[in-house]
């Protein structure tokens, strides 16, 4: 398979099987996709599928059973333990369904954290986390805690925490899934100016109307990539 000078992540007939005891279950049946730089695609699926599987590899979360991952040109299975955390902190951008925020930190402490661990002094974690929340439109949000803004400022506090390290990527599981349809349509106009704005994002959903948004859309049943015309069966 010939990788692309402009592919951020390249999947090649990847696998994944959880072993749970004496049953195993197979995740992934050999899953093949490119993300290109500045794409805005979604994966669909229904529950179970694998969707958040393949998030979770894609986001070195992860590991593959077996099958091929290279991310920014780098094959996966070649980084040490250093070399993916750095990938993980640096190149990733994680947006999930429940927010994952830290109830008891401010909106622009919590978008800072990741840069803490990322090394980045103090001073600059300040700043950088106060313009990704200002670029999510919540400049005047930076003092709240997650309790005292709704779910789609929430919501938004998780994209500026995901935009903070400048990723290559940004995965998003589910990011709408608790979100109330106001919320919704919040939350996907911010995906639509990042799109416009040069990011690569890769958005996992099982909604119709949420997965239109995207640029692309590929469809996963039973651990598989499936063809566009088998999607109506
Ligand atoms: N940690 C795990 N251990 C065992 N089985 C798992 C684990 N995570 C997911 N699975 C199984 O893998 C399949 C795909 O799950 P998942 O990727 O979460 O699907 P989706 O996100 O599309 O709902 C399901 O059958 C699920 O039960
Ligand atoms: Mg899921």
Redesign the pocket.
């Known amino acids: 398979m010939s990788v692309s000078q402009d592919s951020v992540v390249t999947l090649d007939d990847v696998t994944k099987t959880?072993q749970?005891g004496a049953v195993a279950?197979q995740?992934l049946r050999g899953v093949s996709l490119d993300v290109r730089r500045g794409e805005y695609l979604a994966i669909m699926?229904p529950?179970?599928?694998?969707?958040?599987?393949?998030m979770n590899i894609l986001g070195c979360l992860d590991v593959l059973t077996t099958g091929r991952y290279l991310i920014n040109g780098h094959d996966v299975a070649s980084l040490g333990e250093n070399d993916l955390a750095e990938i993980r902190n640096k190149e990733i951008g994680f947006v999930f369904q429940q927010f994952n925020l830290l109830p008891a930190l401010s909106a622009w402490r919590n978008v800072e954290l990741p840069l803490f661990y990322g090394g980045v002094p103090a001073g600059e974690r300040k700043e950088r986390a106060i313009r990704a929340l200002e670029r999510v439109g919540l400049g005047p949000r930076i003092h709240h805690r997650p309790g005292e803004l709704s779910g789609g400022q929430q919501q938004r506090v998780a994209v500026a925490r995901a935009l903070a390290s400048e990723p290559a990527i940004i995965l998003a599981d589910e990011p709408t899934g608790n979100l109330d349809s106001a919320s919704t349509e919040d939350v996907l106009s911010l995906f639509d100016e990042l799109h416009r704005t040069g990011r690569t994002i890769v958005l996992i959903t099982h909604e119709q109307e949420v997965a239109d948004r995207a640029q692309r859309m590929v469809h996963?049943r039973d651990g598989h990539i499936i063809d566009p015309a088998e999607v109506a069966a």
């Open positions: 959880y749970t279950v995740a699926g529950s179970g599928s694998g969707k958040s599987t393949l996963v």
